[in-house]
């Protein structure tokens, strides 16, 4: 038997979205940015690739200096990573001690459970009502306990947004608050740090993002956090020496430096979703207003399963979630619903003739 961790050994882990590695599919199910990246993405790779017998830069200093300048903060705020979920362990690391409270909004980013569990914090769910609001008496009853509290935002699997007011609120008086952003380039509005540096609890409150998302990045694994200097330096404490490789850090510096690029793609995913939401409403889905490049949908059937499969057996894929305890549901009978990817306007017209086609034959079925 091996010695491992009881508290690994009892762990259920985190199961990401399915990957098939062979061509032929329609993949709306892990938010994967269906447009390409900027070109000057490749041209920084090749150049980099001279440079892949030595060590990688340490601090990712160019990157920073680019997602600085991009910010309006300087680059002593930036901390590069192998992705925005390494920066979410990094955060467990540094932050929290086994037993201590770490608190997320449920439903939403499932991940943070696991990490808490890994870490030996004991996870907290702040359930959020049906209409995706935060239920603040809630709140206020355990964030005296909470030393870290990780927010999406817009959150998954709604894809809703709340607004600075609302989480500024929600910084607890002992610990942090993380504004996990990785699907914020999406929103209708621009975003604006200032007002969070600007709060009296500023120096607590962390903002984490990805290139995986808007900027098309997912298969370069990197992402950053933008926090007070003093945070960035306990971090950086605690991360691997050379967490972000040479090829990530060079990509990554060319995407953010080619913004005209990036926004072009979100406007189209925008235009899209907006469509896709429609649409589903059309077929009597109940859509959560998105300002993700995903919509969440649930069907009054409740044969959220029944549509899953029938769509993968048509080699459509879309993400099955299952929340246990949310909305007054239970482990037998879970909230449930499909969550999907806004894919390129082919992908999504394929899968709503599809799903179109499905939901005919199960309103015919005994």
């Known amino acids: 038997m091996l010695p491992t961790r009881p508290r690994i050994a009892s762990l259920t882990g985190y199961v990401p979205g399915e990957q098939p590695q062979e061509p032929g599919w329609t993949k709306l199910n892990t938010n994967e940015n269906p447009y390409p990246p900027s070109p000057r993405v490749r041209e920084a790779i090749e150049r980099a690739l001279g440079r892949l017998a030595i060590y990688p830069d340490p601090l990712g200093t160019a990157f920073r200096r680019a997602a600085a300048e991009l910010l309006g903060v300087d680059p002593d705020w930036i901390l590069p990573a192998n992705g925005s979920d390494e920066v979410l362990t990094l955060l467990l690391r540094t932050f929290v001690d086994p037993g201590e409270v770490v608190a997320y909004p449920y439903p939403s980013y499932i991940l943070y459970e696991t990490l808490a569990e890994i870490q030996g914090g004991e996870g907290v769910r702040l359930p959020l009502r049906e209409d995706w609001s935060w239920d603040k008496a809630a709140c206020a009853a355990i964030l005296p306990r909470v030393k870290l509290l990780l927010v999406p935002n817009p959150n998954s699997p709604s894809g809703n947004l709340w607004d600075d007011e609302t989480l500024l609120q929600f910084v607890p008086p002992k610990g942090v608050l993380v504004l996990d952003e990785a699907y ?61 490789d040479a090829l990530s850090l060079a990509g990554g510096e060319a995407a ?50 029944d549509l899953y499969e029938q769509l993968k057996s048509r080699r459509i894929l879309v993400r099955l979630m299952r929340f246990s305890g949310a909305f007054g549901s239970t482990a037998e009978t879970p909230y449930d619903g499909l969550r999907i990817t806004v894919g390129t306007d082919a992908e999504i017209d394929h899968l709503l003739r599809e799903l179109e086609s499905i939901l005919q034959r199960i309103g015919s079925s005994p």
């Open 184 to 244: 914020r380039d999406f929103a209708d509005a621009p975003r604006d740090l200032r007002p969070l540096w600007d709060h009296p609890a500023g120096r607590r409150i962390i903002v984490t993002r990805t290139l995986s998302k808007s900027y098309s990045l997912a298969g370069l694994r990197l992402g950053f956090a933008v926090a007070a200097p003093e945070v960035i330096a306990e971090l950086r404490k605690v991360k691997d020496s050379y967490n972000c």
């Open 256 to 305: 953010l430096r080619d913004q005209d690029w990036m926004r072009g793609n979100c406007e189209r995913i925008r235009a899209t979703r907006r469509r896709l939401e429609e649409r589903l409403r059309q077929l009597e889905f109940s859509v959560v207003p998105s300002q993700a490049n995903f919509v969440w949908a649930t069907h009054p059937s409740g044969r959220h399963r």
